[in-house]
């Protein structure tokens, strides 16, 4: 089964190319919902979770979202050692996943697929760029956020050269009419590709 990793910054419209894909009947593996339900439902990840961070990290069987995010996010260390324990469970989960999928190929959307190393577990990977401003845009009207906030997480991640640098293809989506013939181009592409590999 032929592996697609799709990624993209915060604004740059990943979640909506794979819409898109999922509509031409591509499965598509969210990486990021699929971690938060490992962490809730997966008794092996949730053990090594408590045992790293602390028993209070799940608070009546459920994950602390708030205490968890309080201790990693702004300490490289700390989210470094529960990725750690996160990732190979994902990695593991979407393995299972594409040997039960019957498509010519699948999609793993993953928002760090490069930071993670996750590219090993995909043939082919594409990112979805977009200038700064639109992206900053694009997640205010969704979020209800300010554009300071959103300008700190895009400075916290990869930026769109390093991005279009490492990815086999690049989309760029400024115009969302634009997005649906690139991704049935890519569409044609990889189905070709699966079929000959």
Request: proline share 3%; aromatic share 6%; with cysteine.
């Amino acid at each position: 089964m032929m592996k697609v990793g799709i990624t993209g910054g915060i604004g740059s419209g990943k979640s909506t190319v794979c819409r898109l894909f999922r509509e031409r009947g591509i499965p598509v593996y969210d990486s990021d919902a699929e971690a938060k339900r490992l962490m809730q439902e997966d008794a092996a990840l949730r053990q090594r979770i408590a045992a790293r961070f602390g028993a209070e990290t799940y608070r009546d069987g459920r994950l602390d979202r708030a205490r968890l995010a309080e201790r990693v996010f702004g300490d490289a260390e700390e989210l470094s050692a529960l990725n750690a324990l996160v990732h190979p469970a994902v990695m593991a989960d979407f393995a299972r996943w594409s040997d039960s999928q019957q498509a010519p190929y699948v999609v793993l959307e993953s928002a760090i697929l490069f930071e993670a190393g996750l590219e090993h577990a995909v043939q082919r990977t594409v990112a979805v760029l977009a200038p700064e401003a639109l992206r900053i845009e694009r997640t205010c009207r969704r979020d209800g956020t300010d554009a300071e906030a959103v300008r700190r997480r895009i400075a916290a991640q990869m930026d769109d050269d390093t991005r279009s640098r490492r990815a086999d293809v690049s989309i760029v989506n400024i115009f969302e009419e634009d997005l649906a013939p690139a991704v049935a181009e890519l569409d044609r592409r990889f189905r070709y590709e699966a079929a000959h590999a």
